[in-house]
């Protein structure tokens, strides 16, 4: 069963930075893309940022020249730093790893969550 594993989430002042983690029990290049997501209560999990096996890039508007995903495959780690942060960026943020398969589709995997708070 694959695990992911985050850390580095908690409570910043708005304009500040934070990095999260993913560290990933298998190697990641197993994994056709990673990436982060956030919630908020009451709200949709929605994309944050997200990379391909092919270090091709996506990541919602509301986080460009802020956010910034990386990877080392060596590591098996999916990074993701924070910059700039605002309040509205407060939310669980969960590691995500997907892969496809022909007979059973896109098959997702998930890590538990850490809490980032953006608040003076």
């Known amino acids: 069963q694959v695990q992911l594993v985050e850390s580095g989430g908690g409570l910043v002042e708005p304009g500040g930075s934070l990095r999260l983690s993913c560290a990933a029990s298998e190697s990641i290049l197993r994994f056709s893309v990673v990436g982060w997501y956030r919630q908020t209560p009451g709200k949709q999990r929605e994309l944050v940022a997200a990379i391909t096996r092919a270090n091709s890039y996506n990541s919602a508007d509301s986080v460009k020249g802020r956010f910034t995903i990386s990877r080392d495959n060596a590591k098996n780690t999916v990074y993701l730093q924070l910059n700039d942060l605002k309040p509205e960026d407060t939310a669980i943020y969960y590691c995500?790893?997907?892969?496809?398969?022909?007979?059973?589709?896109?098959?997702?995997?998930w890590g538990q969550g850490t809490q980032v708070t953006v608040s003076s």
């Open positions: 995500n790893a997907a892969r496809f398969d022909n007979v059973r589709g896109r098959e997702d995997y």
